[in-house]
């Protein structure tokens, strides 16, 4: 969306007050991201009414998809919709409603473009888009369609899209993202995995989002292949419970779960895995929690997202079962395992005090630097402050010390030289 604006003259804009659109990319995928959308619209509008009335407010995406016909009729204010999947003919969208002149400027070269925005060493690529499977809790296969097949083109695009000049930010870490990114299949994840690796600048490749199904135990001998993988595996079980991943229609094989866990450890042992979990879908029962509880005492997971369940119409489970457990009792069964896994996450997190580390420096601030560990995907997981030290860009790499723990982040100061 950003590429097909700038490249038609559109300007992004630092003073939201001062712009002529506003665009809100949204989410309606639970009940948070859906109240987060209505409440930045309504937030939205207040400044366009407060600030500047000439200024057009648009709602883009998922919320725009499927909750179409509720926003015409509920909020009126809004100047335009676009919904998925046209983000690149938004363009085309404002000029036909706006009467604006495309290109009336000329197009930034692609190297340009991407430098006047991009001041972060690290980009998302969609590998894929929608999902052809049916979680019962899952509204996405409806909004988002089934899955498409990986697309070389698109990449190509997305990386010249990405593309740094020389002097800028270096693009170090390359972060694939899709809905279900085991289901492009290990071939074609080796393909793409092989087309950022041979790209000099980047260093880091990250694989988001990898569905518990036996492909990832051949997905992990990879790792070996291509040193440019992180050590980092993120993998959304959503339950433990045999019984409720039958009722939620994931894969119930929890003992492919840990088979996955060892290998992934095997194949490095310092990769660190991230997964998600939901509380609360109906009739889970406080034994499916205490399963939750062994799990996660008897394998190692460090870093876990809770969510609470949230009952969607048009998923299977909000059309054939009731939502049985009130927002109370699910908040309470978050709070016990978010304990938990707090307090296990403590013998790992004391392990890595004192240790030296090789981090990317994501950002430079006047009184701090910002880095991370490569087991830590940026703007999801940890990051170590480090104190302010001339010459040191985003994108350089440094060796830290990792002092003191936070309740999440690091302190920590520099153990050694920059290495660019
Ligand atoms: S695999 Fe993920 S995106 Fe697909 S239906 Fe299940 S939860 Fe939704």
Same mark, same amino acid.
């Given at each position: 969306?950003?590429?097909?604006?700038?490249?038609?003259?559109?300007?992004?804009?630092?003073?939201?007050?001062?712009?002529?659109?506003?665009?809100?990319?949204?989410?309606?995928?639970?009940?948070?991201?859906?109240?987060?959308?209505?409440?930045?619209?309504?937030?939205?509008?207040?400044?366009?009414?407060?600030?500047?009335?000439?200024?057009?407010?648009?709602?883009?995406?998922?919320?725009?998809?499927?909750?179409? &016909?509720?926003?015409?009729? &509920?909020?009126?204010?809004?100047?335009?919709?676009?919904?998925?999947?046209?983000?690149?003919?938004?363009?085309?969208?404002?000029?036909?409603?706006?009467?604006?002149?495309?290109?009336?400027?000329?197009?930034?070269?692609?190297?340009?473009?991407?430098?006047?925005?991009?001041?972060?060493?690290?980009?998302?690529?969609?590998?894929?888009?929608?999902?052809?499977?049916?979680?019962?809790?899952?509204?996405?296969?409806?909004?988002?369609?089934?899955?498409?097949?990986?697309?070389?083109?698109?990449?190509?695009?997305?990386?010249?899209?990405?593309?740094?000049?020389?002097?800028?930010?270096?693009?170090?870490?390359?972060?694939?993202?899709?809905?279900?990114?085991?289901?492009?299949?290990?071939?074609?994840?080796?393909?793409?995995?092989?087309?950022?690796?041979?790209?000099?600048?980047?260093?880091?490749?990250?694989?988001?989002?990898?569905?518990?199904?036996?492909?990832?135990?051949?997905?992990?001998?990879?790792?070996?292949?291509?040193?440019?993988?992180?050590?980092?595996?993120?993998?959304?079980?959503?339950?433990?419970?045999?019984?409720?991943?039958?009722?939620?229609?994931?894969?119930?094989?929890?003992?492919?779960?840990?088979?996955?866990?060892?290998?992934?450890?095997?194949?490095?042992?310092?990769?660190?895995?991230?997964?998600?979990?939901?509380?609360?879908?109906?009739?889970?029962?406080?034994?499916?929690?205490?399963?939750?509880?062994?799990?996660?005492?008897?394998?190692?997971?460090?870093?876990?997202?809770?969510?609470?369940?949230?009952?969607?119409?048009?998923?299977?489970?909000?059309?054939?079962?009731?939502?049985?457990?009130?927002?109370?009792?699910?908040?309470?069964?978050?709070?016990?395992?978010?304990?938990?896994?707090?307090?296990?996450?403590?013998?790992?997190?004391?392990?890595?005090?004192?240790?030296?580390?090789?981090?990317?420096?994501?950002?430079?601030?006047?009184?701090?630097?910002?880095?991370?560990?490569?087991?830590?995907?940026? &703007?999801?997981?940890?990051?170590?402050?480090?104190?302010?030290?001339?010459?040191?860009?985003?994108?350089?790499?440094?060796?830290?010390?990792?002092?003191?723990?936070?309740?999440?982040?690091?302190?920590?100061?520099?153990?050694?030289?920059?290495?660019?």
């Amino acid at each position: 969306m950003r590429s097909a604006l700038l490249q038609n003259g559109f300007r992004l804009s630092n003073e939201p007050q001062q712009a002529d659109f506003l665009l809100i990319n949204s989410c309606s995928f639970i009940r948070e991201a859906q109240e987060e959308t209505i409440a930045t619209v309504f937030e939205s509008l207040k400044l366009r009414d407060s600030k500047n009335k000439k200024m057009k407010v648009g709602l883009i995406g998922c919320f725009a998809e499927r909750f179409s &016909e509720n926003v015409k009729t &509920e909020i009126p204010e809004l100047d335009f919709m676009v919904g998925t999947g046209k983000y690149h003919e938004l363009p085309m969208i404002l000029s036909q409603a706006y009467g604006i002149e495309l290109n009336a400027h000329a197009a930034l070269q692609a190297g340009d473009m991407s430098d006047s925005q991009n001041k972060l060493p690290y980009a998302w690529f969609r590998i894929a888009q929608g999902c052809s499977r049916h979680c019962a809790f899952c509204i996405l296969p409806k909004i988002r369609g089934s899955l498409s097949p990986y697309d070389a083109s698109s990449l190509e695009r997305q990386w010249s899209e990405e593309s740094r000049s020389p002097g800028s930010t270096p693009l170090r870490e390359v972060i694939l993202v899709s809905q279900d990114t085991i289901s492009q299949g290990i071939d074609e994840l080796r393909n793409i995995i092989e087309f950022f690796s041979k790209k000099d600048e980047v260093q880091w490749i990250r694989l988001q989002y990898l569905f518990p199904d036996r492909r990832v135990l051949k997905l992990l001998d990879l790792f070996q292949e291509f040193p440019k993988l992180v050590p980092y595996l993120d993998i959304p079980f959503q339950h433990v419970s045999q019984r409720m991943l039958e009722k939620m229609k994931r894969p119930s094989d929890t003992g492919l779960f840990k088979e996955i866990l060892a290998k992934a450890v095997e194949v490095n042992p310092s990769t660190e895995i991230r997964t998600s979990l939901i509380l609360g879908f109906p009739g889970e029962e406080q034994e499916d929690v205490e399963t939750i509880r062994t799990f996660l005492t008897e394998n190692t997971i460090h870093k876990l997202a809770l969510f609470r369940y949230s009952h969607e119409t048009g998923t299977y489970a909000g059309d054939h079962f009731t939502d049985d457990l009130s927002d109370d009792q699910k908040i309470e069964r978050i709070n016990d395992i978010r304990n938990l896994h707090l307090q296990l996450r403590q013998q790992h997190r004391s392990d890595l005090t004192g240790t030296i580390q090789e981090l990317l420096v994501d950002e430079v601030a006047p009184g701090e630097i910002i880095a991370r560990r490569p087991q830590d995907a940026p &703007e999801i997981d940890e990051i170590v402050f480090l104190p302010f030290k001339k010459g040191i860009k985003p994108g350089d790499f440094v060796q830290a010390s990792l002092d003191t723990p936070m309740e999440y982040d690091w302190m920590g100061s520099f153990a050694d030289q920059i290495t660019t």
